[in-house]
């Protein structure tokens, strides 16, 4: 009889391969699960940056986990790194919000307005209370032609002391959001708080819903359209946005 048949023979164990690609899938990943973005600032895939504004705005409070909700602490650091990257040509805000922390929204709009490169936003289905200064703070503004804007007086959460300096915070912060939407649209600033303190119009609630082809009307969003109109407006404005600078280096 064979010795052969004795002796078992032993295979080399098989050298798992690394896939690169598994880093990336995964890096993609923990983008969509923590800032809800499938490209950051510092992809070299695209030269625009597509920000998502959904759900409520969350601010100095933690809201709770069965809220859908974007986190300004992630949209800062973003617009701040496509300010800096050279890669990033121009930004695209998506949003689709209920609104949320006032100072919050406030704070994301004016970062998204002080960005020199072209900006355009887009609301789809809805840019209601806070998201209204976000959807006018880009240099180009662009609503569904279904999508809605709900106008309505500064609200507080919570306890309220009831002494004449409380209604004095509340009118002073309702003057801000004010000025920042007239300033950054060509709406009047007697026609917002016409939207805004009407009556009749909303339940249990002062205010307006403004639907998109009104919200042109106002001339508080500058044109009805969809993601192909805005993906066209930005390329146009970084086109020109790259002749300004040639023209300025010559």
């Given at each position: ?17 690394i896939d ?47 809220n ?24 695209l805000i ?34 209601h209370?806070?998201g ?38 509340l ?22 708080k016409?939207l ?6 909303l339940?249990r ?15 508080l969003?500058?044109?009805?359209g969809?993601v192909?109109d ?11 946005h790259?002749?300004?600078?040639k023209g300025?280096?010559?």
């Amino acid at each position: 009889m064979s010795n052969h048949s004795n002796i078992m023979q032993q295979e080399e164990p098989a050298i798992p391969t690394i896939d690169p690609n598994d880093s990336k899938k995964n890096a993609v990943l923990e983008n969509i699960q923590q800032l809800g973005q499938t490209v950051i600032a510092t992809s070299d895939e695209s030269n625009i940056l597509c920000l998502t504004i959904i759900g409520q705005i969350e601010g100095h409070l933690i809201l709770p986990p069965q809220n859908k909700t974007t986190k300004y602490e992630h949209l800062i650091p973003q617009l701040v790194a496509a300010e800096q990257n050279s890669k990033i040509e121009g930004l695209l805000i998506i949003l689709n919000t209920v609104g949320g922390d006032v100072e919050a929204g406030l704070a994301i709009a004016e970062m998204i307005a002080s960005i020199s490169k072209p900006t355009v936003t887009l609301v789809l289905g809805g840019g209601h209370s806070i998201g209204v200064p976000i959807a006018v703070s880009a240099q180009y503004s662009i609503i569904a032609e279904s999508a809605t804007m709900t106008i309505h007086p500064i609200r507080l959460n919570g306890l309220v002391i009831g002494v004449p300096q409380t209604f004095e915070y509340l009118d002073k912060m309702q003057e801000r959001v004010i000025r920042f939407v007239t300033n950054h649209s060509n709406i009047t600033d007697e026609k917002i708080k016409e939207l805004m303190f009407k009556t009749g119009e909303l339940t249990r609630d002062i205010g307006a819903t403004v639907i998109g082809r009104d919200a042109v009307k106002f001339g508080l969003i500058n044109a009805v359209g969809g993601v192909s109109d805005a993906i066209r407006e930005l390329n146009k404005r970084i086109e020109e946005h790259k002749m300004q600078q040639k023209g300025v280096l010559q």
